[in-house]
């Protein structure tokens, strides 16, 4: 069982400034050698005969555990928050998307990554700003409370970040309906399901939410020219898509320093760490995207 860390030896969003986290636990990636391995990764998972993630999450991973973040050591924590259509998929989907990114930080890189899966709830936002970047994503519209909506906003202007990725099934123009894809899947698609003319549901309610909470600085898309496209990785024409409708990764930047505070991105990138029903390419340009954005949190 692990024990809490002495007071003065706790990580927090006041303690921890991204700029020493870099210094003390991230060496630059490999280059040729990262590319290859990543090649490997996705060669090996293309040549499995193993379906789309339909796994459901361990107990663990819906629960968290409420461990102190130590000195130096990065978490991925998935945030936990309310969706509508409990039908379609919720927060908690696709765990072994985050597995492979940890895995990939850990092997990749010197930052020191948990492997540990971990859940930070809008509900206990002291707990939630000792892991100062995390993860969201669903394929539904969700909501938040006074509370939760208050917290989110307090936890983005304490220097928090979050990472919002919509969980998408096309079903119209732009990319590839289910049916033609294989396997099986946790969720059925149907008529007027998140993607579409319409835009993507998640995508929506992200940028409508967080709008709403900084009404004088709206999220706007991010340019292709950002640095966000090349601080380690090169992506000329802005954020990759896996499937659904390319609005382009947006972003909501911090007035006066022009800092993003927390991007959303609508192409399903998750799907992309996981799934095996692209082409190698396409899940190694998911993989390097969400590398990117991780990157570029912790040098800003």
């Not at 090996?44 to 555990?65: I, M, N, Q, S, V």
């Not at 938040?144 to 989110?152: E, G, R, T, V």
Request: charged letters at 25%.
């Amino acid at each position: 069982m692990s024990r809490a860390l002495p007071p003065e030896r706790r990580i927090t969003l006041d303690a921890l400034g991204r700029r020493q986290f870099l210094r003390t636990s991230v060496a630059m990636l490999g280059g040729p050698a990262f590319l290859n391995t990543l090649g490997s990764l996705f060669a090996r998972l293309h040549a499995a005969d193993a379906p789309f993630d339909t796994t459901p999450p361990k107990e663990e991973y819906l629960t968290g555990k409420d461990e102190t973040v130590k000195t130096g050591e990065f978490f991925f924590p998935r945030l936990k928050f309310h969706v509508r259509d409990r039908g379609m998929d919720i927060w908690d989907v696709g765990p072994s998307g985050d597995q492979v990114l940890r895995r990939q930080l850990i092997e990749l890189t010197n930052i020191n990554a948990s492997p540990e899966p971990m859940v930070v709830e809008l509900d206990d936002l002291d707990k939630m700003s000792r892991y100062p970047y995390v993860f969201m994503t669903s394929m539904s519209e969700f909501e938040l409370d006074p509370k939760h909506a208050q917290n989110l906003r307090e936890f983005l202007l304490r220097g928090g970040f979050v990472h919002a990725d919509d969980c998408c099934h096309p079903t119209t123009k732009g990319g590839i309906h289910p049916s033609d894809m294989g396997g099986n899947f946790v969720y059925k698609v149907r008529e007027g399901s998140n993607s579409g003319i319409d835009g993507d549901r998640f995508f929506m309610d992200y940028v409508r939410t967080i709008n709403e909470l900084f009404p004088d600085n709206p999220m706007r898309r991010i340019p292709d020219d950002h640095e966000i496209y090349r601080c380690y990785f090169e992506f000329p024409g802005g954020c990759p898509v896996m499937q659904g409708v390319d609005h382009g990764a947006w972003g909501l930047f911090e007035q006066g320093t022009g800092r993003l505070m927390t991007v959303v991105t609508p192409g399903d990138l998750h799907c992309g760490w996981m799934s095996r029903y692209w082409a190698p390419e396409k899940n190694t340009e998911a993989i390097k995207m969400g590398i990117n954005v991780l990157m570029y949190y912790l040098t800003h």
